[in-house]
């Protein structure tokens, strides 16, 4: 390589880097904590003064009132089956029910469609009803995909929301301004728990009971250590125990099951690189091993050569 070659691809790859990291540093400059917080105080939001004027709203019947209550998430026994696959995938909205039912029907029509038109109707007819069939049953693989991902990063970030719901509630806060602080700190490390815990905010502020507001995030995510924690904190509240005693408890608890749930994933690689080696590894190895024993037997026992 050149000297002129080298020292372009240098200057290519720098200014790469310095393009990249200025775009980075200002991305969470600019979604930071406090910058977040400065917007909303120079540009209130509505959400932010309807909270502010809640308790005038619940008095004298307004406009906003209705929009707020427009902004709550549908409760989970409202929605059907496919309501809730979607909601634990993340997309709780009504039009993600339509969009999936017409794909549903869509995609395996197009796709048999395609098929025949490209092979024809006698050789293409076999492989098109299998793209059917594989073109409806994809929209279902993919919720389903969505959804494990979710639920496991929601799984991941509950010991981080939980140990910040413990500082705030030994700080003196109360258990709901804990909840919106937690909302507002973990959206850029865990936004889908972010996202999650700021319908609890809105549902409580909009007049539902904090009880009523848990189970419906116990229901939305399918998790089972967010079923637990909705126990323990419903029981908290029936027995009136330390709140903060029992969100550090649970939190030592849900780390000490995604530490275990780690090395139980670590320990399964031994078995399945087992297959990787046996296709790819092994062939090679016998290949290179017993090659030049096979090339010289075949000479000395075929072509009579020594």
Same mark, same amino acid.
């Given at each position: 390589?050149?000297?002129?070659?080298? $020292?372009?691809?240098?200057?290519?790859?720098?200014?790469?880097?310095?393009?990249?990291?200025?775009? %980075?540093?200002?991305?969470?400059?600019?979604?930071?904590?406090?910058?977040?917080?400065? /917007?909303?105080?120079?540009? &209130?939001?509505?959400?932010?003064?309807?909270? %502010?004027?809640?308790? /005038?709203?619940?008095?004298?019947?307004?406009?906003?009132?209705?929009? @707020?209550?427009?902004? +709550?998430?549908?409760?989970?026994?409202?929605?059907?089956?496919?309501?809730?696959?979607?909601?634990?995938? #993340?997309?709780?909205?009504?039009?993600?029910?339509? !969009?999936?039912?017409?794909?549903?029907?869509?995609?395996?029509?197009?796709?048999?469609?395609?098929? @025949?038109?490209?092979?024809?109707?006698?050789?293409? @007819?076999?492989?098109?009803?299998?793209?059917?069939? $594989?073109?409806?049953?994809?929209?279902?693989?993919?919720?389903?995909?969505?959804? #494990?991902?979710?639920?496991?990063?929601?799984?991941?970030? @509950?010991?981080?929301?939980?140990?910040?719901?413990?500082?705030?509630?030994?700080?003196?806060?109360?258990?709901?301004?804990?909840?919106?602080?937690?909302?507002?700190?973990? /959206?850029?490390?865990?936004?889908?728990?972010?996202?999650?815990?700021?319908?609890?905010?809105?549902?409580?502020?909009?007049?539902? &009971?904090?009880?009523?507001?848990?189970?419906?995030?116990?229901? *939305?995510?399918?998790?089972?250590?967010?079923?637990?924690?909705?126990?323990?904190?419903?029981?908290?509240?029936?027995?009136?125990?330390?709140?903060?005693?029992?969100?550090?408890?649970?939190?030592?608890?849900?780390?000490?099951? /995604?530490?275990?749930?780690?090395?139980? *994933?670590?320990?399964?690689?031994?078995?399945?690189?087992?297959?990787?080696?046996?296709? !790819? +590894?092994?062939?090679?190895?016998?290949?290179?091993?017993?090659?030049?024993?096979?090339?010289?037997?075949?000479?000395?026992?075929?072509?009579?050569?020594?």
């Amino acid at each position: 390589m050149t000297p002129e070659l080298l $020292l372009a691809v240098v200057g290519v790859f720098v200014t790469v880097a310095v393009i990249a990291s200025t775009t %980075m540093s200002w991305a969470l400059t600019r979604n930071s904590p406090e910058k977040r917080r400065l /917007r909303a105080i120079g540009q &209130p939001s509505a959400a932010s003064s309807l909270v %502010m004027n809640a308790p /005038r709203l619940s008095a004298v019947p307004d406009p906003a009132l209705s929009k @707020l209550s427009r902004m +709550l998430p549908k409760s989970p026994k409202a929605m059907s089956q496919l309501g809730r696959r979607l909601t634990q995938a #993340g997309y709780p909205s009504f039009k993600a029910v339509v !969009c999936y039912s017409i794909a549903e029907v869509a995609i395996p029509a197009v796709v048999a469609l395609v098929t @025949l038109i490209l092979l024809g109707v006698r050789s293409g @007819l076999l492989p098109a009803a299998f793209l059917a069939v $594989l073109g409806y049953v994809a929209p279902s693989f993919y919720v389903g995909y969505k959804a #494990g991902k979710r639920q496991k990063a929601i799984r991941n970030g @509950l010991p981080d929301a939980l140990d910040l719901l413990t500082v705030c509630v030994e700080a003196g806060s109360g258990l709901d301004q804990a909840i919106a602080k937690a909302s507002e700190e973990l /959206r850029i490390a865990h936004p889908e728990l972010a996202v999650e815990m700021g319908f609890i905010t809105t549902e409580i502020r909009a007049g539902k &009971p904090r009880s009523e507001a848990f189970k419906n995030f116990a229901r *939305r995510t399918g998790v089972d250590d967010v079923r637990t924690l909705v126990s323990m904190l419903a029981q908290t509240d029936r027995f009136g125990t330390s709140v903060a005693d029992a969100l550090r408890v649970h939190s030592e608890t849900s780390r000490t099951k /995604r530490r275990q749930h780690a090395e139980e *994933r670590a320990n399964k690689v031994g078995v399945k690189l087992v297959f990787p080696l046996v296709l !790819c +590894l092994f062939p090679a190895l016998y290949v290179v091993c017993f090659g030049p024993v096979v090339v010289q037997i075949y000479r000395t026992f075929i072509d009579g050569q020594p």
